[in-house]
């Protein structure tokens, strides 16, 4: 019987790495879950006992030997959060994993997530260890996420996954760009047999995001050397409105100016502040074939169709009567496909090196348009509009090839040392098509302006790399990881990293571990080549290109790479067989960290530079006359930037006997960011700043600086219960209508509960039912005084009700219910 490629997914990774676990053989049955290893309690994931390869070459390491903090999710953990959606599930688990729940214009068709309040840019995701391409869908618009053009993890089906391993330490020397924060690796299921999955349903208590998902996975072995395995799940996830009455709609004077304001749905007729609709199928398959006991071939690949749409600022009657004699209110529209596939085999040469060749592409493609719109120039200058729109096509794909050797070397030590190296190389591709020519005519089509010809343009990079890692074992209970990193991109040259990591264990329960290094991100390619024209109801802005002839105007010379320095430190506790504890420190500065500016007024702002008004000419755009406000917003090397935090995780496996057993955990993390530098405006924009309040905000506060899981997971015979509650710490931003007066939108401390009931009914079927936020809390309510002024001046922004920064959502509590099966 020749040796499986990959084993419970953990041995994936080694497709990474090229080591060997020693794995069954492929046409063993697939083990049971690492939830029947581990503690898996909501709340805090338990990694006793689950063999990790993220962040180490070394074979064999569990993550409670482990030199780095990282933890392991397994795919009960995820499939307990209740959510088809793998961003909440993880978000749910991991106290320094924080969700978007609302992005502003196309960033809420493609949410996304931040690991230790840095940027989403700023987490590296794998897939069974091999790098997983970006969304096309770049965030423009203001808030904690602006600039998130990470991986798209929805496109990854829960039930493809067997467990997930989250590494929170800085690894650019080990992986490259990118893990600044840490490290995402989705460890993909490999079993040889079985069918198992899930149809499950569920909405809002307060009404709105209907939710349907059916999932199933298959697998089975053409033959004892091979295996395959295949996942598919489809999705429907529905709107929801979570907003204010728009003042304009009440207005008095807006009432006997345009009677037919009181249409169906008076005076709800705004509902940008909510969830988008979508429909989202996948496909997941993970396979392996051994041609003989050294020599193995893999292959893995994701595919993945959306459609959604979200709604934008309703327009008033008066905006285009010829046509929306009610009023409108325009929705944005995704089209997206995106895929990935992963090719390659290992094997040994000699009688020590372990060999592995592997290549991945990977290739986002979405295709924005508008509905219910029109254009309002182009009806008045030539009696006719459109109201469907194809606004443009972002495309993103990557393409990386690696090759990795590795060997133990015997020299006298504790344990055999460990030798790795390797090679990279990787294309970068990023894409924006213009819209079509009515999208495009003067201001372009209401809520969402087609691409203009200068918008559009096609731009790569690509990078070579070279690494060596070196772990050894001097001494009994003493670790000594080093790796080390140089990269040469073809736009701005060179980056030299290293990493230093160690851990003495002094007995058996207890070992102190640290962590040095210094990283670095490169500028997406989204960041440095993105333009576009942003706008609402009675404002208009520029997102201006860093490498653009107007961003040179405002003294903006494109963008240069991000630095970092990480250290941490940490203690491992394992005061009995039932109980462990471990408690990390770390600090993370970053150096001309690239973040997106506050608004920099041409008109209409308290303070307004002309140079900004020349560069929206230089630009080529054209913008809404009738609008009172407009400027820019640029992507620039804009500050330095401080993290410190403290993260615990502590979990407790206890035994009741006829009463069942209970997983108890606690995990929790204390993170606190500070902008400690920021970068001098070009004089063509004072007194103007690059970051105004809201913008320094975004990044210090806008993320609880405390967030506490505390878990229960008791199980008795049939009948498991599943409890956690997630406590946030306050959050706050600063806001302002038009640059000067700020007013402060906080949420205070809240404790969310989640609860899930399940029931096996046989060996094959499990019926569960649970909620999110059991008891429906909200958020705090934007402040009281910014409302007052937007209502007074009849501003749309008076909608809002809730902040979009909220931790927790928007939405109050969600109710479900699932059917499980498994044969």
């Not at 009688?351 to 990977?362: K, R």
């Not at 809520?447 to 790399?465: E, M, Q, V």
Request: proline share 5%; hydrophobic share 35%.
């Amino acid at each position: 019987m020749h040796k499986a490629i990959i084993t419970t997914g953990a041995a994936a990774m080694l497709l990474h790495t090229g080591l060997s676990l020693g794995a069954e053989p492929v046409g063993a049955p697939e083990p049971e879950p690492q939830a029947e290893n581990m503690a898996g309690a909501a709340g805090a994931p338990v990694s006793v006992g689950a063999v990790i390869v993220t962040g180490t070459r070394a074979s064999g390491l569990k993550a409670e030997n482990s030199a780095s903090p990282i933890q392991v999710l397994d795919a009960g953990s995820l499939q307990r959060t209740g959510q088809p959606d793998l961003i909440q599930a993880i978000a749910q688990n991991i106290p320094s994993f924080t969700a978007q729940a609302f992005g502003g214009d196309t960033a809420n068709l493609t949410l996304s997530a931040r690991l230790r309040g840095l940027s989403p840019n700023n987490t590296l995701v794998l897939i069974n260890g091999k790098r997983r391409h970006g969304t096309a869908n770049l965030a423009v618009l203001g808030g904690p996420y602006q600039g998130g053009a990470a991986a798209d993890l929805n496109y990854i089906p829960v039930a493809a996954i067997d467990h997930i391993e989250v590494l929170q330490d800085g690894a650019a020397a080990q992986y490259g760009t990118d893990a600044i924060a840490g490290v995402v690796n989705i460890i993909l299921k490999s079993n040889n047999r079985g069918l198992s999955g899930n149809v499950n349903g569920g909405a809002y208590v307060d009404g709105g995001g209907h939710t349907g998902d059916g999932t199933a996975n298959i697998g089975f072995a053409p033959n004892e050397k091979s295996f395959i395995s295949i996942t598919g799940e489809s999705r429907y996830h529905g709107y929801s409105d979570r907003g204010n009455i728009d003042p304009r709609v009440t207005a008095p004077q807006n009432l006997a100016s345009m009677p037919l304001l009181q249409a169906p749905g008076y005076p709800h007729l705004n509902k940008i502040a909510g969830d988008a609709q979508y429909h989202l199928n996948t496909l997941a398959v993970n396979a392996g074939y051994d041609i003989d006991d050294d020599t193995s071939l893999y292959a893995f690949a994701t595919w993945g169709k959306k459609e959604a749409r979200a709604y934008e600022n309703y327009r008033m009657p008066n905006r285009l009567p010829e046509v929306y004699p009610l009023g409108f209110s325009p929705k944005e529209t995704m089209k997206e496909i995106d895929y990935a596939l992963t090719a390659g085999a290992r094997g040994k040469f000699g009688a020590a090196w372990n060999w592995e060749l592997s290549t991945t592409y990977g290739r986002d493609k979405a295709e924005i348009g508008v509905i219910d719109s029109a254009n309002v120039s182009l009806y008045r200058d030539t009696g006719f509009t459109p109201t469907v729109f194809h606004a443009g096509t972002f495309i993103a794909s990557q393409w990386t090839n690696n090759f990795d050797v590795s060997r133990e070397i015997e020299m006298g030590w504790a344990k055999p040392s460990t030798f790795a190296m390797g090679l990279e190389h990787r294309v970068d591709e990023y894409e924006i098509q213009a819209g079509d020519e009515f999208s495009r005519y003067k201001e372009g089509s209401q809520s969402y302006p087609g691409f203009s010809l200068t918008d559009a343009g096609k731009h790569d990079r690509n990078n070579k790399a070279i690494y060596g890692n070196f772990i050894m074992f001097p001494i009994p209970g003493l670790t000594v990881d080093l790796a080390a990193r140089y990269e040469h991109f073809s736009d701005f040259g060179n980056a030299k990293v290293g990493k230093l990591t160690s851990r003495y264990d002094f007995t058996p329960t207890f070992a102190l571990r640290g962590t040095y290094s210094n990283g670095f991100r490169a500028p997406t390619l989204a960041e440095s080549y993105y333009s576009a024209t942003n706008v609402g109801p009675t404002s208009a802005f520029v997102q201006l290109a860093p490498n653009s002839a107007g961003a040179a105007l405002v003294g903006i010379d494109g963008l240069k790479p991000e630095a970092s320095t990480n250290i941490s430190a940490g203690i491992v506790l394992n005061p009995a067989n039932n109980m462990s504890i471990t408690m990390d420190a770390y600090q993370i500065k970053i150096r001309d960290r690239i973040v997106g500016s506050g608004s920099v007024y041409g008109s209409g702002g308290a303070v307004n530079s002309p140079a900004v008004v020349a560069a929206i000419l230089a630009n080529g755009n054209i913008l809404d006359p009738t609008v009172s406000e407009t400027g820019i917003n640029i992507f620039t090397n804009a500050v330095n930037t401080r993290s410190r935090g403290l993260e615990l995780v502590a979990t407790l496996n206890s035994n009741y006997g006829q009463y069942g057993r209970v997983d108890w955990s606690l995990a929790a993390n204390w993170n606190q960011v500070r902008v400690t530098k920021i970068n001098q405006a070009p004089a063509q924009l004072q007194p103007q700043t690059l970051l105004d309040r809201t913008a320094i905000s975004n990044l210090e506060t806008a993320s609880p600086k405390t967030r506490v899981n505390i878990g229960a997971l008791w199980r008795s015979g049939d009948w498991t219960v599943n409890l956690r509650e997630a406590i946030y710490g306050k959050s706050h931003t600063w806001e302002s209508p038009n640059g000067g007066t700020y007013y402060k939108n906080e949420i205070g401390t809240k404790a969310i509960t989640d609860l899930e009931v399940s029931y096996k009914l046989n060996p094959n079927w499990t019926l569960s039912a649970g909620a999110n936020n059991l008891f429906n809390e909200y958020p705090d309510e934007v402040n009281a005084e910014l409302m007052a002024v937007y209502r007074a001046n009849l501003d749309n922004a008076g909608v809002t009700k809730y902040p979009s920064f909220s931790p927790f959502g928007i939405n109050g509590g969600y109710y479900y219910a699932r059917a499980s099966f498994k044969f």
